[in-house]
């Protein structure tokens, strides 16, 4: 989904800046020379080249996206849109406007092979599962599995959760589909 400022549309832009989370590929995500490349990369820039304006990336931390796109006055707003694939949930359309729905990604259970996990309660009693801090995977796993016994453990960006399954410090992860 792309997020944007409310009254973002009243305005002529010459640089439009976007908040992204360049952990996160296919949607977005940086190349060995540092730049970044992806989905969500591709649509803003085709959406700037489209305004005749031209497009800023700014990397942010995915839960501090929708706090840097809602900063009170508008010149020290941190971006002016985000694209980085922000579910809309009715939490989040009281806080910021979005565009209409572009696509639909499930979520999935990631969990290393032969592991026998299941994506119930009971088959992830006593595991930890990592998630990205502010997803919608969090609050999930937090409302419909962490009461039952399951650890949810948050982190600041999706490559981490990566880094501590594959270290087996996780037992699995709850995450975007086509980025799992």
Known sequence: MLAVSIGAH???????????????????????????????????????????????WIENVFDGMIPGLKSRKFKSRKFDGVLSTISMTPA??????????????????????????????????????????????KTYAKAHWGAKGMTVVSYADQDQVYADLLSGRLDASLQNAVQA
């Open 92 to 137: 989040r359309v009281k806080q910021i406007a979005f565009t209409v729905k572009l696509f639909h990604v499930p979520t999935r259970l990631v969990a290393k092979s032969g592991s026998g996990i299941q994506p119930t309660a009971e088959g992830l009693m006593g595991k930890s599962v990592g998630v990205e801090q502010g997803s919608m995977q």
């Open 10 to 56: 009243v305005k002529e832009w010459s640089t439009i800046r976007f908040g992204v989370d360049p952990s996160y590929p296919p949607f977005e995500s940086k190349v060995p020379d540092g730049s970044l490349v992806g989905f969500d990369i591709d649509i803003g820039n085709e959406l700037c080249r489209r305004l005749n304006a031209k497009c800023m």
